[in-house]
Antibody
């Protein structure tokens, strides 16, 4: 059974970098049949997919157009986890952030969610 | 950019059938998923690849997808099914979610 455990700060100052990590158990970040995603949810924007990383003989990333200039998703094979970095945050980036596995064209499972507030 | 449209709310009486729609351009040509989210919890997939149920999801949940509309159907709706439901599809390596539908069981 795959489980995802998120970690990272819940408060980030405007213009700084939001960083979250998702630790994987029961699967491998290097799996050839899964992709590892970050999704956020806010009252104003609903559920918003941010991007993914996946391994198919080499590493690939896909990012949402809305954050493409500010986002990096990085796998860490030594710790079997993946991370999100979102630069130059504003209050609009305040949301609950989720990591999720994508296999068989479905997001399952999801991490527990992390409320990140952007405020000085 | 691709958009998925859901009704903001649907109401159903216990034991009756609830249907939640999700509309998008040629959505029937893509795989649709449905997620259930209860307050304070992470979303859980209830239907994937249009009509498949993950293990542990009750048989009363079913899905279909054709033309421009995907539909989540809950037969014999129970009070525990009251939640927000989101549809989702992939468009050109980008995941897109619908705005969500609040299902009220009353």
């Amino acid at each position: 059974q795959v489980q995802l455990q998120q970690s990272g700060p819940g408060l980030v100052k405007p213009s700084q970098t939001l960083s979250l990590t998702c630790a994987i158990s029961g699967d491998s970040v290097s799996s050839n049949s899964a992709a590892w995603n970050w999704i956020r949810q806010s009252p104003s924007r609903g559920l918003e997919w941010l991007g993914r990383t996946y391994y198919r003989s080499k590493w690939y990333n896909d990012y949402a157009v809305s954050v493409k200039s500010r986002i990096t998703i990085t796998p860490d094979t030594s710790k079997n986890q993946f991370s999100l970095q979102l630069n130059s945050v504003t209050p609009e980036d305040t949301a609950v952030y989720y990591c999720a596995r994508d296999g068989e064209v479905r997001f399952d499972p999801w991490g527990q969610g992390t409320l990140v507030t952007v405020s000085s | 950019s691709y958009e998925l449209t859901q009704p903001p709310s649907v109401s159903v009486s216990p034991g009756q059938t609830a249907s939640i729609t999700c509309s998008g351009d040629k959505l029937g040509n893509k795989f649709a998923c449905w997620y259930q989210q209860k307050p304070g919890q992470s979303p859980v997939v209830v239907i994937y690849q249009d009509s498949k149920r993950p293990s542990g999801i009750p048989e009363r949940f079913s899905g279909s997808n054709s033309g421009n509309t995907a539909t989540l159907t809950i037969s014999g709706t129970q009070a525990m099914d009251e939640a927000d439901y989101y549809c989702q599809a992939w468009d050109s390596s980008t995941a897109v979610f619908g705005g969500g539908t609040k299902l009220t069981v009353l």
